[in-house]
């Protein structure tokens, strides 16, 4: 009898866990930025992103989308932060190196990870990728992996 309900018990467990099965995709990433249309043009020009409605939240909100539908929500605020390099929104691009080009006609500084300028760095999964940071400080990361 003990067996059993052992065995009945690690069943449903396993049937609980395999209902907890959940997939998630990235919706949006959400930044504070002290001046919202410096912060606009930035990501329109710079980053190419469409800018969208924003649900009627007010203009204190500006909403921009990439190519996969997922959204940058800009938000105006006084709040005080301290970007770091090793906290940074992660985008893939085709064309690295016209991009690289790009960035220096607009006179828009990047690095690699070791702060070198004007230079890529390679993962050891062989992705080449750049950072820069945006109006406010925030580091973006632009790579080519496109797998």
Known sequence: MKYIFITLL???TMQIAEAQEFKFNKDHDALLVKDLDKSAQFYAEVLGLKEID???LG????WFELENKVQIHLIE???QFT???GVHLALNIDDL???MKFLKEANVPFENW??????????PDGVKQIYFTDPDGYWIEVNNNTL
């Open 59 to 62: 203009p204190k909100f500006r």
């Open 10 to 12: 690690a069943l449903l």
């Open 83 to 85: 970007p770091h390099k």
């Open 97 to 99: 190196e016209n991009y």
């Open 77 to 79: 605020s006084s709040e």
């Open 54 to 56: 924003n649900a009627g």
């Open 114 to 123: 070791q702060g070198e300028k004007n230079k890529t760095n390679t993962r």
